[in-house]
């Protein structure tokens, strides 16, 4: 009986640390990952669980009305380096024929990466 009572409640923490949207992801990699594929999609709120402090109202804004902008830009993550609590994920985005290299800072926040500030 106690075994079931600690399942039911060890299942009941795990949807609520979902249902408060904890964001966030395992890798540095996936959290740009999961933060273009939100932003591309449109999904302010999703992209904004993989940025540390979340996204500035402001920026959610200009994020929203600039939208469809972000699917013709294609991202592929390359890389990254982890020193410590501190990643660097290397980025290529190919708009037009153009290519550009970023570097994009990521952060382990409670033992999850996050995006250091929202970028776009």
């Known amino acids: 009986m106690r075994l079931v009572r600690f399942v039911a409640i060890l299942g009941l923490v795990s ?16 959290a740009v990952s999961g933060y273009m594929n939100a932003v591309e999609s449109g999904n302010v709120d999703d992209a904004s669980d993989y940025v540390l402090g979340g996204i500035p109202s402001w920026k959610r804004e200009m994020i929203s009305q600039l939208g469809s902008m ?3 830009i ?9 020193m410590g609590d501190e990643a660097i994920v290397f980025v290529k985005s190919y708009l037009f024929g153009q290519v550009t290299d970023e570097e994009i800072i990521c952060v382990l926040d409670d033992g999850v990466w996050k995006l250091r500030e929202s970028i776009y």
Do not use: K, N, Q, Y
């Not at 979902?18 to 540095?28: F, N, V």
């Not at 294609?74 to 982890?82: A, K, L, N, P, Y």
């Open 15 to 30: 949807l609520l640390g979902l249902a408060c949207g904890a964001g966030g992801a395992s890798t540095p990699e996936e």
């Open 70 to 72: 972000f699917e013709t």
């Open 74 to 82: 294609e991202t592929v993550v390359v890389g990254s380096r982890i």
